[in-house]
């Protein structure tokens, strides 16, 4: 079975507020795709968070909160001092979020400060995912040491995927955010950009456009994400729309995107095409967005699981 690992930053999330009072929860994007791979696919799979963590409490808690759903932490460092980032996220009426973040001193900064940790963590590795968000959070020197281990470990047969998640306000200018993102998309197979971001940080007039650019930098398999619209999913050089089953109305649209990804990587690695997997990225992202939080319950997706 494919050992499953994702890199990047799992955050306190404070959602669902009523009054003054929050709920808490654990969050963030690549840990939302971790957690739809690990609830879709099969109980034998083993999957690992890659990050750093705080010796806080809160710290102590998230590790105690992934290993009771099946997942490790592969070698990620405990850093003294640091701690968990933190995000609140705020619903309009249309079920449309926004966020408030606090991240400074986030442990997850450090995760690729240790080169000889993050590489046994990515030993093994038969999917190994990554974010735009994860190449951000980080300095320049780690960033490209942590593109340089991804590339080193893609060459022993992994499969590496990507998520370009552009966020403006995590970047200090869009030069920096593209020069980083172009080489995320160079060291993966697999990309999962959405339209929206990548029309902002680099112009594309339409979804096509977003494959025809990215398949430049090498990747023989795109899926462009276009909210609650048809994906286009590119394979070598063949192009296919593939819409939802149906239309949902969403209370939270929360981890809608990260959900897609992590039931679309889940049905490849059962052995299901690229337009088998995007429809079924579509049915699981659907129930999601009608749950509060990024976290949907795993039981509510066992009967989907592979």
């Known amino acids: 079975m494919t050992r499953i690992v994702s890199i990047g930053e799992s955050m306190i999330e404070l959602s669902g507020r009523e009054g003054t009072t929050w709920r808490?929860?654990?969050?963030?994007?690549?840990?939302?795709?971790?957690?739809?791979?690990?609830?879709l696919s099969p109980q034998s799979a083993e999957t690992d968070y890659v990050s750093a963590f705080g010796d806080d409490p809160f710290s102590r808690e998230q590790i105690a909160f992934l290993r009771h759903y099946g997942i490790g932490i592969a070698n990620s460092p405990v850093i003294p001092g640091r701690v968990p980032g933190l995000y609140a996220i705020t619903l309009d009426a249309h079920g449309e979020r926004s966020f408030t973040y606090w991240r400074e001193s986030a442990a997850a900064r450090c995760l690729a400060d240790d080169r000889d940790k993050l590489t046994e963590s990515l030993h093994g590795a038969g999917l190994i995912y990554f974010s735009g968000i994860t190449l951000a959070i980080l300095a320049e020197r780690a960033r490209d040491d942590l593109l340089s281990i991804i590339e080193s470990a893609r060459s022993r047969v992994s499969v590496v995927a990507f998520d370009p998640n552009y966020r403006p306000r995590l970047w200090a200018d869009i030069g920096a955010a593209r020069t980083a993102?172009?080489?995320?998309?160079?060291?993966?197979s697999?990309?999962?950009?959405?339209?929206?971001d990548e029309q902002a940080l680099f112009g594309d007039a339409s979804p096509g456009e977003t494959v025809?650019?990215?398949?430049?930098?090498?990747?023989g398999e795109i899926v462009v994400k276009s909210g609650g619209d048809a994906a286009l999913v590119a394979v070598d050089l063949r192009t296919e729309p593939v819409a939802p089953p149906r239309s949902v109305e969403p209370l939270d649209t929360t981890g809608a995107g990260d959900s897609f990804n992590g039931a679309y990587l889940a049905a490849r690695l059962a052995g299901r095409d690229a337009s088998e997997a995007a429809l079924f990225g579509h049915t699981v992202a659907a129930k999601v967005?009608?749950?509060?939080?990024?976290?949907?319950?795993?039981?509510?997706?066992?009967?989907?699981?592979?």
């Open 289 to 306: 967005i009608r749950h509060y939080g990024a976290l949907m319950p795993m039981d509510s997706l066992a009967e989907l699981r592979f």
């Open 181 to 188: 993102i172009n080489a995320g998309y160079a060291v993966s």
């Open 212 to 219: 025809e650019r990215i398949r430049h930098q090498g990747p």
């Open 24 to 39: 808490q929860g654990f969050a963030g994007d690549t840990l939302n795709t971790l957690w739809y791979l690990r609830a």
């Open 190 to 196: 697999i990309v999962l950009p959405t339209f929206d």
